[in-house]
């Protein structure tokens, strides 16, 4: 089941209300985020910004369901309150309905560029055939057939990141969340997988959230969010 309340028809598929997450008590409490609003829809590319310390990363990992905030609701397009289900339920949620992409790539270094891809399909239980083959036409899409076998420590930081991304993408989720993605890559190799991040959005009609100080992905964003101390501006 899913709603679909956006103009277009297009599922809503996170809906953020009053997100607020503090840190700490007394003197040392710190105001990570403050009453945030934001809705996420399906075929679209929402671009976090703001400076070091805003919030960006609070926010993201309050909407992917890796933090719980201090008060506030992340609805889903079932009617079911992220921010309210017990561990468990949000760990489904996040293997079913999510990929994340991580600044660092969080790649296992000891597997293979395609075990590593593999990773949320064994999760999810899904057959050897099945994994082989996905996994095959993940790392198509990211253009890294021919890598397959390498482990991360023989592949630049560009195809590390494109592996990352084909293990967010092989389990079909409907939220990609990217925190950073190209924090680690020179510019070149950065507007290179912000083009594939583009592409698979439009062509698989995901929501896609990406905290990132990339002018040129903020351009071709549906929406820009702007945190500044915690607060959308
Ligand atoms: N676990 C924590 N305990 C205490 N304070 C925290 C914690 N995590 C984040 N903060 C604080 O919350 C605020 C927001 O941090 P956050 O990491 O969300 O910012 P950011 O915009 O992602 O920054 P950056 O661009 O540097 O990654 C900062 O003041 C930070 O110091």
């Known amino acids: ?38 809705d996420v829809r399906a075929g679209e590319l929402v671009v976090v910004r703001g400076r070091s310390g805003a919030g960006k990363t609070t926010l993201l990992n309050l909407l992917g369901g890796l933090d719980r905030p201090t008060s506030g609701t992340v ?9 309210g289900l017990a561990a468990d339920e949000v760990d489904e949620v996040r293997r079913t309905r999510f990929g994340f992409v991580f600044q660092g790539f969080g790649l296992v270094p000891v597997l293979s560029a395609a075990e590593n891809v593999e990773v949320p399909l064994r999760l999810q239980r899904v057959p050897g055939p099945e994994r082989d083959e996905r996994v095959a036409r993940a790392l198509e899409a990211v253009g890294l057939a021919g890598h397959a076998r390498q482990r991360p420590g023989e592949l630049s930081g560009g195809q590390q990141q494109r592996v990352g991304i084909a293990r967010a993408l092989v389990a079909e989720p409907r939220v990609l969340v990217a925190d950073e993605p190209t924090g680690q890559l020179d ?18 009609g995901i929501a896609a959230v990406v905290a990132t100080h990339d002018q040129g992905l903020a351009e071709r964003a549906s929406r820009v969010v702007t945190l500044h101390d915690g607060r959308s501006v």
């Open 75 to 83: 609805l889903l397009p079932d009617g079911r309150e992220l921010t």
């Open 187 to 204: 510019s070149t190799t950065a507007a290179g997988v912000m083009d594939l991040v583009v592409d698979l959005v439009a062509s698989r």
């Open 1 to 38: 089941m899913s709603s679909t309340d956006g103009t277009d028809g297009s599922t809503t598929e996170l809906s953020a209300r009053g997100l607020t997450r503090t840190y700490g008590t007394g003197a040392a409490l710190v105001h990570a985020l403050v009453d945030v609003d934001l």
